[in-house]
């Protein structure tokens, strides 16, 4: 019986060695693949129960995100936005490098779950429904923020951030910033950039980089010139006293069709 347990020992000691090697590996993927902010600590067990934190250290997590997303549209159809966030925080951590879950965790949030509250019959304070509005406004911010720190390497959520903070949060400089920051991306698409130009020029103080950073469009040729674009320089050059000899001198001849 010792004999064997000493043996048993031994078998789990070489293991564990062998294994060194490979952990290491693992964590240094991790990290190359941006995997910064998630952890699976007591409260990822807590939420999702012995069971599943075993089924996530096992490499089931997708299969099991995917269960928790279907039960966070129950939650979101039930308008149970606190569970509904609760999970949210479960799948984003089990999936750090899915967009969708980011995405869709953040568009609940600030726009269905803030919506609700503004609209929120039993609660007569409309101080409290703007709070609560707020609240679960600034709960989608800092999801795609996570999103963000988790995938830094792609433009989507950058340009999500910046929808956000234009549409829900009204802060044009900060949606400026976001704009510009996916526009970065090689494969981000045109109107990042334009979006990043109309925010900027809404924002005190950066109206000079606005004009420049719209003309700079502007003269990359009629895939950019249109009327939006155009109209604001117009305005931007009036405001800003642009010698006239400096200014545009075409104005759109087609409609704008798609994104502006």
């Known amino acids: 019986m010792k004999r064997r347990l000493v043996v048993a020992f031994g078998v789990l000691v070489v293991s564990g060695a062998a294994l060194i ?10 990290s190359e693949a941006h995997f910064r902010t998630t952890s699976f600590d007591i409260g990822l067990r807590e939420r999702i ?10 490499g089931f997590r997708s299969p099991l995100a995917a269960i928790l997303w279907i039960e966070a549209h129950t939650a ?3 308008t149970e936005w606190g569970r509904m966030a609760g999970i949210f925080e479960t799948v984003t951590t089990l999936q750090p490098r899915s967009l969708m879950y980011w995405d869709m965790a953040s568009w609940h949030m600030a726009w269905n779950a803030a919506i609700a509250a503004m609209q929120n019959e039993e609660q007569r304070s409309e101080v409290l429904r703007l709070k609560a509005r707020r609240e679960y406004e600034e709960m989608g911010r ?3 923020e996570r999103g963000i720190a988790n995938n830094p390497d792609r433009y989507q959520l950058y340009l999500q951030m910046g929808m956000l903070q234009r549409d829900r949060l009204e802060n044009h400089c900060a949606a400026a910033d976001a ?3 996916a526009s970065e991306f090689p494969d981000a698409p045109p109107y990042a950039a334009r979006f990043a130009g109309y925010e900027m020029a809404k924002c005190p103080g950066r109206e000079r980089e606005a004009y420049l950073h719209l003309r700079r469009l502007y003269e990359r040729g009629e895939s950019q010139r249109l009327p939006s674009l155009i109209n604001l320089l117009g305005e931007m050059e009036n405001k800003l006293d642009i010698p006239r000899a400096e200014r545009i001198g075409s104005s759109p001849s087609t409609p704008e069709t798609g994104q502006n």
Not at 21 to 27: H, R, T, V
Not at 49 to 58: P, W
């Open 21 to 30: 090697p490979l952990q290491l590996l693992i964590g240094r993927s991790a």
């Open 49 to 58: 129960g012995q069971t599943g934190f075993l089924a996530a250290l096992s």
């Open 76 to 78: 979101w159809e039930n």
């Open 142 to 144: 800092y999801f795609l």
């Open 179 to 181: 704009f510009l920051k």
